[in-house]
């Protein structure tokens, strides 16, 4: 077995296989750009390289640094995560040359299946189902526009090396395809060195499903079960599921043998995912098509591992050793069910806005990595994650700051598990999504497993306010609210006397949340609420930010900040802005002057830190209501920002390359 590897990457998927080498007895060399320096995967390698800038560009896609430190360090072997340089051909070939293992799959694989437009023409020859399109070269705008009339729309305009969501853009007509043509061809350069783009038909009510593969040298190919990826934005996925509740075991079986025959075709070796296409509204389960290849591991690969029990960072590593599988496809089986939640730096209460910045307060559910638990986490609770208190989320890469997955026996109980999990998630100092992912996991159509790719467009058309919160709940809130604001009287009693002639006990509070008012009193012995009894246990402590209360037989995990009126109290997917005030003074709350907002409408105001990609306008234009002004490029993503009215454009106050803080204004309107 290797005596040293390389990690090719950071973040969390570097810590992620530091964590299974170590535990094969493999020592580690982490490499990292100025902005990782205190990264953890740095602390946790045994040793660690420094190979330059922040930048990707000038630190980890530069392959003759990554090169060098395998020589410096004597590394035998190097994994590439994913994403930077793990499809990259040139790679896997520079490293041969100089006799450095590849933990992945061959070149020649990763050359056809790479690609995506060769991979298309590769699985059609195959047999392999695939979506109606043109996967040739593209000369301009104008012969896009006519390929996606001829393919009739919608169509989907890709990058042809991209991934992750990046290089993609949904076009329902020829304006669409004018606007975001160049964007994509753009983002494919930026993100992956390449500028060729593919169109193809945009299949309606489509679920993304995808097969895990695992190959060895010596011709073995199995696959590992589907992955569900459907709940996506942006066409990044967001929550996944292994196993899907739409795929029947005999549609697995025919999913999972013609990947095979296609990982076959090209000598496949290692892990990767075979992406699938599937029409919702075909109930038969046959209309599947063949969407790309990812001949690398994936984000989401722990809720294969959660079910089947294989570490698939080991199987590579043993693949890339010349090790022979030890399983069989009858060995691979289905236990139970896992849901990974990707936790990004994004505000979804502002459009999803990027969120870069210092963590201020990091404390996830259960440790990451920690070795108790094995590959289903603690207690079925995993946190994957590559981040730090007091650590930043930089603009140089992708926002996702943990991956949350949870196992149960059933798919109700690992969404549970989800909802318990994020409740008790703290993350503080910048936007974040975990209102958001908890809120899914809690809607009626997640659980009833109706999903197709525009879940979050159709079920959030007017973007997303919080989850809703049913009477009971807020009843508990307020109970929650009325004990801790007898708690923090309490402690104010104890500092030279303060507020006891006024708050004497047992405290009576009149809390109001969401528009609703609750009557609240509090002794050493009860918590009523509109006059009826709580069965409320909990502990606090006035500085406390989280708190977990049982209420009856439910456990709820609030995260507590103090206002100047009451609390910001965060649970079950949702903020609730409480004011407390004394019962005898509540009546005072029903005559505040309530402010009224300025009009922000007349600027142009840049929603994130970001890199001002273009400008569409000059000083004197006028524009129309939901006409592009501006391009904004923020974590590899270009943001199109248009004109909320008609108007004419007054002065400009930033031009293109330039870097530009949140809530610059970058053009105001007359």
Not at 8 to 29: D, F, H, L
Request: hydrophobic share 40%.
């Amino acid at each position: 077995m290797f005596k040293k590897i390389l990690i090719a990457n950071r973040g969390e998927i570097a810590c992620r296989v530091i964590k299974t080498a170590r535990r094969m007895g493999i020592a580690t060399v982490a490499v990292y750009s100025d902005a990782d320096a205190r990264a953890p995967f740095v602390q946790m390698a045994d040793e660690a390289v420094h190979i330059g800038p922040s930048p990707a560009a000038q630190s980890y896609l530069i392959a003759d640094k990554i090169i060098e430190a395998c020589k410096a360090t004597g590394a035998e072997a190097v994994h590439p995560g994913y994403g930077f340089l793990s499809e990259r051909t040139s790679f896997a070939e520079a490293l041969a040359k100089e006799n450095i293992a590849f933990i992945g799959p061959p070149v020649g694989a990763i050359a056809a299946m790479g690609d995506k437009i060769e991979s298309k023409k590769l699985a059609k020859s195959a047999g392999v189902n695939v979506v109606p399109g043109f996967v040739g070269e593209i000369r301009d705008t104008d012969h896009a526009v006519e390929i996606s009339n001829d393919i009739g729309y919608p169509v989907m305009m890709k990058a042809s090396a991209g991934g992750g969501g990046k290089g993609m853009r949904l076009a329902f007509s020829e304006r669409d395809v004018r606007e975001g043509f160049e964007s994509v061809k753009r983002e494919g350069l930026n993100s992956f060195g390449d500028d060729r783009v593919f169109i193809e038909k945009f299949i309606q009510d489509p679920r993304h499903i995808e097969i895990q593969i695992l190959g060895d040298q010596h011709g073995n190919i199995l696959y590992l079960n589907e992955r569900e990826c459907s709940i996506q934005r942006r066409h990044q996925k967001v929550v996944e599921e292994a196993p899907s509740p739409f795929v029947s075991p005999a549609m697995r079986k025919a999913m999972g043998e013609q990947c095979v025959a296609l990982s076959r075709a090209v000598g496949y070796y290692s892990a990767g995912t075979v992406e699938l296409i599937v029409s919702g509204a075909d109930k038969t389960g046959e209309s599947f098509y063949f969407l790309e290849m990812n001949t690398r591991l994936q984000v989401e690969h722990p809720v294969t591992e959660a079910i089947t029990g294989i570490d698939l960072v080991e199987q590579m590593i043993r693949v890339a050793y010349g090790e022979k599988l030890t399983i069989t496809q009858d060995d691979v089986k289905i236990d139970g069910w896992a849901i990974e939640n990707r936790v990004y730096a994004e505000d979804p209460y502002r459009g999803f806005l990027p969120s870069t910045g210092r963590l201020s307060r990091y404390r996830p559910p259960v440790d990451g990595w920690s070795d108790d638990g094995g590959r289903r986490g603690i207690d079925g609770v995993r946190v994957d994650d590559g981040v730090y208190e007091g650590g930043e989320v930089s603009m140089f890469y992708d926002p996702m700051i943990a991956k949350l997955i949870t196992w149960g026996e059933t798919r109700d109980e690992a969404a549970d598990k989800q909802i318990a999990a994020l409740d008790q998630f703290e993350i503080e100092g910048l936007g974040h999504n975990i209102d958001f992912v908890s809120a899914i996991m809690q809607h009626p159509r997640f659980r009833s497993g109706e999903l197709t790719t525009g879940f979050i467009a159709e079920e959030y058309p007017e973007g997303f306010h919080g989850a809703a919160t049913d009477t009971q709940t807020l009843a508990h809130i307020a109970a929650v609210s009325g004990f801790i604001a007898t708690a923090r009287a309490d402690r104010a009693r104890q500092v030279d006397g303060q507020l006891a002639h006024v708050l004497a006990p047992p405290s009576e509070w009149s809390v109001r949340l969401d528009g609703e008012k609750f009557a609240v009193s509090v002794d050493t012995d009860s918590v009523r609420v509109n006059g009826t009894e709580v069965d409320l246990a909990m502990e606090y402590t006035p500085g406390d930010h989280l708190i977990v209360a049982e209420i009856g037989e439910e456990v709820l995990g609030l995260k507590i900040e103090p206002t100047r009126t009451g609390l910001k109290v965060t649970t079950r997917g949702a903020i609730h802005k409480v004011e407390i005030l004394p019962a005898h003074v509540a009546a005072l709350a029903d005559h505040m002057i309530e402010m009224i907002p300025p009009d922000l409408s007349k600027f142009l105001i840049c929603p994130m830190p970001g890199l001002l990609v273009s400008l569409n306008v000059k000083e004197g234009d006028k524009v129309e209501a939901g006409q592009p002004l501006a391009v904004v490029e923020a974590m590899k993503m270009e943001n199109i920002l248009r004109a909320e009215k008609s108007a004419t454009i007054g002065k400009i106050n930033a031009k293109p390359g330039e870097s530009l803080p949140v809530d610059y204004i970058i053009l105001e309107l007359e």
